[in-house]
């Protein structure tokens, strides 16, 4: 039995992997087995920013292994506070509650919304709302499926949590429609990725956090995919100058070592948890405060939003200037695009295996987006490499009947 039949045959099948099987990786680039070297151009869906193995970020993590990994928030340890911290000083907010995966950063702002919305804005009990987005995706937990508009994500999973609202993504009209006097908070991602890379219109943000203030509900974005470098900016909802009241933070943020999540936001809103109220065994050990400070260190060390900004503008740029009749649009921001792909050529799925057999790896997001999202350290000849062999695919595409 080969490791693809043995995955198959014992695991559950809830993903689809294309057919290789890793073994190593070193910054932008991943090995197979047999040796083959592949560009990785999806970096574990932003969670590898940093590229495989960082040095530094491997060397904070054996080291603080060796000397204490997991106490549980029982006691305190002498890594959480500094991790803290420095969420706090980039976000410009005022707390943060360290969790592991995504799923529970969100369900964490979820909780913070509503509590809010009983204690502070006096939401009669049961009724809080809070308003979501066509197209969203912020994890698999019941409660975040339940409010989802993908079929796939939430088939048979029911019955689901209610208290949600949902309006198409980078309306402002529909936001302000869907409020009423029980919502308690915005959920977005500040640019939805899973969704297919979809950037909102300009002036969407600064509309909605002025609308959020006047209407008095909480401005929570997810940036878990989106922030930490990924568009160029620390978080994506710098590009419009605002700061949310709270902030979901996952992936790059355990240097692509370890899950590490956090719900940063203000200090009033934080000061909601009392202690018994929420928490996790895991959330804010030792070992994924010391991995995830020093990803916050390298990342402004080798400053990678920068970089991301720079080498994502070469990116679209190659992009852009690509003429083929396979490609719809080209959307994105820094080192993060989405490739929106014409079905009657090939499906983005299948584009993803064609780039494979040229060694380069990327995932197809919902059935027509090709999701270009490479570690943040990727250079310009190494862009070259992946626009060369996206030609080559997309030009077989073409001649296909
Ligand atoms: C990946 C993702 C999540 C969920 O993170 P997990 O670690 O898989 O639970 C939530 N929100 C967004 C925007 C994501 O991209």
Not at 109 to 127: D, E, F, L, Q
């Amino acid at each position: 039995m080969n490791e693809i039949e043995r995955e198959e045959r014992y695991g559950a099948r809830n993903y689809a992997p294309l057919p290789v099987v890793l073994s190593h990786g070193k910054g932008v680039w991943v090995w197979d087995v047999d040796g083959t070297r592949y560009l990785d151009m999806m970096s574990a869906y932003s969670a590898v920013s940093h590229g495989h193995a960082h040095p530094r970020l491997v060397a904070a993590l054996t080291a603080q292994a060796q000397r204490l990994a997991v106490v549980s928030r029982a006691f305190y340890s002498d890594r959480l506070g500094a991790f803290l911290e420095r969420l706090c000083d980039l976000t410009t907010l005022g707390g943060a509650l360290p969790m592991n995966t995504g799923a529970e950063a969100v369900e964490t702002a979820i909780k913070a919304a509503r509590r809010w919305g009983y204690s502070v804005k006096r939401i009669p009990a049961g009724r809080a709302e809070i308003i979501v987005a066509e197209g969203n995706f912020h994890g698999r937990t019941t409660t975040i499926v339940g409010f989802s508009s993908e079929p796939a994500y939430r088939a048979d999973f029911g019955p689901f949590a209610p208290g949600f609202v949902r309006v198409p993504f980078g309306d402002i009209d529909a936001v302000r429609a869907a409020i009423t006097p029980n919502t308690c908070a915005v959920l977005f991602e500040t640019i939805q990725g899973e969704g297919g890379i979809i950037v909102p219109p300009g002036g969407f943000l600064r509309e909605l956090r002025q609308l959020c203030t006047e209407q008095n509900v909480l401005l929570l974005l997810d940036e878990i995919q989106s922030g930490l470098g990924r568009t160029g900016k620390w978080f994506a909802y710098q590009h419009e100058n605002i700061v949310p009241d709270g902030v979901m933070l996952g992936k790059a943020l355990g240097g692509g070592l370890l899950p590490v999540s956090a719900f940063v936001a203000r200090r009033d809103v934080i000061d909601l948890f009392e202690p018994g109220s929420h928490g996790s065994t895991f959330g804010g050990n030792a070992l994924a405060a010391a991995v995830a400070l020093e990803a916050l260190d390298v990342m402004a060390d080798e400053d990678l939003p920068g970089r991301s900004a720079e080498m994502g503008e070469y990116l679209l740029s190659r992009l852009h200037a690509i003429h083929s009749p396979v490609i719809r649009e080209v959307r994105g921001r820094g080192l993060w695009a989405g490739i929106e792909i014409d079905p009657s050529f090939a499906s983005a799925h299948e584009l993803s295996l064609q780039l494979l057999r040229r060694h380069i790896l990327a995932k197809e997001t919902r059935t027509t987006v090709l999701r270009l999202a490479p570690p943040l350290v990727i250079g310009r000849s190494e862009i070259d490499l992946c626009i060369a062999a996206l030609k080559a695919v997309l030009a077989e595409a073409e001649d296909r009947p």
